[in-house]
């Protein structure tokens, strides 16, 4: 059985840093591309970043220099640094891992970034 699961979602101030983690079982995960995405309220969930399995990375524009993804795969493990954030990011922050057409999602994690 695959699961994905998201840990370090909380309220943050703006300007803050929070560290997104997420523990993947059940897929072997060097081979699965990585990533993140985020729904906010009333809005369509969009990509935030992803890596590939041989590690090189992709940002959405809103996030570039401010958010950092990394994996480690000796711990089935994809992290999300987030720094200097604003209430735009504010969201729920889902992991995903795909490999060709299988794809899976995990239950996601609520960030709020509020004074």
């Known amino acids: 059985q695959v699961q994905l699961v998201e840990s370090g979602g909380g309220l943050v101030q703006p300007g803050g840093s929070l560290r997104l983690s997420c523990a993947a079982s059940?897929?072997?995960?060097?081979?699965?591309?990585m990533g993140w995405y985020r729904q906010a309220p009333g809005k369509e969930r969009e990509l935030v970043a992803s890596?590939?399995?041989?590690?090189?990375?992709i940002y959405a524009d809103s996030v570039k220099g401010r958010f950092t993804i990394s994996r480690d795969n000796a711990k089935s493990t994809v992290n999300l640094q987030m720094n200097s954030l604003s209430p735009e990011d504010t969201a729920v922050y889902y992991c995903h891992c795909i490999l060709y057409t299988t794809h899976y999602w995990g239950k996601g994690t609520l960030v709020t970034v509020s004074s």
């Open positions: 059940g897929i072997i995960f060097s081979a699965y591309a």
């Open positions: 890596i590939s399995s041989g590690g090189s990375t």
